[in-house]
C-alpha cells in the first residue's frame, strides 16, 4: 500500500517569515501533486513535479521532487497572510490504471 | 465555467437510513474519483472509474458503500445502511486523464454528510 507522510501537520507563523512542508514515502511515484484547499471547498492544484530533482516555482513558492521520486517539499518565502489554508500532497501510483493518494495534509496559518 | 458539480452539499441523516451522493463530473473528463475527507484520516480514497469502467474500490466498506457510473454524466456513491462514523465530508473529482499518470483532479465542493 502506498503511502505519503506530511509534516508538519499544523504550523503557524507570522508574515514574512519562511516555511518548508515535507511529503515523504517509501514507495515511487509517477508524478506527485500539491494541492490547496480552502474552507468550505475541495483541494485546487497547484503544481505537478515529474522528472526525480526537478524543481518548480510559482511566485514565492518552490516545490522540488526528490531525485528518487519518493518525497516531495513545498517551501514559501515571505509567507503572507492569503497563504493560509490546508496543503496536500498527493502522488500518482506508476501503473497504467495508477490511482492519486493525499498526504494527510499541513494546515498552515499565516498572522499578520 | 466547467466545474464539478456534487449534490447534496449538506445531508443529515440518521443512522439506518439510505443516503445517496451523486455528481456530474466536468463533460470530456474520463475519470472519476470519490474520496472521503475527515480530520483524523484527510482524503481517503474510496473508488474510481476510468470510462465509466470502476477501476478500484478497495477503499470502500463493501458492505455498505457501493459507488457506480451510470452514465458519463452521472457518478453516484450509495451508503446502505449509514452509521455515525461514515461523518464525513465526500469529494467528487474528475479529470482528462490519459495513460500518464500526471493530469490534474478538478474537485467538487463536497458533500457534507453527519449521522445521528
Known amino acids: 500500500t502506498q503511502l505519503l507522510e506530511q509534516s508538519p501537520q499544523f504550523l503557524s507563523i507570522q508574515e514574512g517569515e519562511n516555511l518548508t512542508v515535507y511529503c515523504n514515502s517509501s514507495?515511487?511515484?509517477?508524478?506527485l501533486q500539491w494541492y490547496r484547499q480552502e474552507p468550505g471547498e475541495g483541494p485546487v492544484l497547484l503544481v505537478t513535479v515529474v522528472t526525480g530533482g526537478e524543481v518548480k516555482k510559482l511566485k514565492r513558492l518552490t516545490f522540488q521532487f526528490g531525485d528518487a521520486r519518493k518525497d516531495s517539499s513545498l517551501h514559501i518565502t515571505a509567507a503572507q497572510p492569503g497563504d493560509t489554508g490546508l496543503y496536500l500532497c498527493a502522488g500518482w501510483g506508476s501503473s497504467n490504471t495508477g490511482k492519486l493518494i493525499f498526504g494527510q495534509g499541513t494546515t498552515l496559518q499565516v498572522k499578520p | 465555467d466547467a466545474r464539478v458539480t456534487q449534490t447534496p452539499r449538506h445531508k443529515v441523516t440518521e443512522m439506518g437510513q439510505e443516503v445517496t451522493m451523486r455528481c456530474q463530473p466536468i463533460?470530456?473528463?474520463?475519470?472519476v474519483f470519490w474520496y472521503r475527507q475527515t480530520m483524523m484520516q484527510g482524503l481517503e480514497l474510496l473508488a474510481y472509474?476510468?470510462?465509466?469502467?470502476?477501476?478500484?474500490d478497495s477503499g470502500m466498506p463493501k458492505d455498505r458503500f457501493s459507488a457506480e457510473m451510470p452514465d458519463a454524466t452521472l457518478a453516484t456513491l450509495k451508503i446502505q445502511p449509514s452509521e455515525p462514523r461514515d461523518s464525513a465530508v465526500y469529494f467528487c473529482?474528475?479529470?482528462?486523464?490519459?495513460?500518464?499518470?500526471?493530469?490534474?483532479?478538478?474537485f467538487g465542493e463536497g458533500s457534507r454528510l453527519t449521522v445521528l
Open positions: 473529482a474528475s479529470g482528462p486523464l490519459t495513460g500518464v499518470n500526471t493530469g490534474e483532479l478538478f
Open positions: 463533460l470530456g473528463h474520463n475519470t
Open positions: 472509474f476510468r470510462n465509466r469502467a470502476p477501476l478500484d
Open positions: 514507495s515511487v511515484f509517477s508524478s
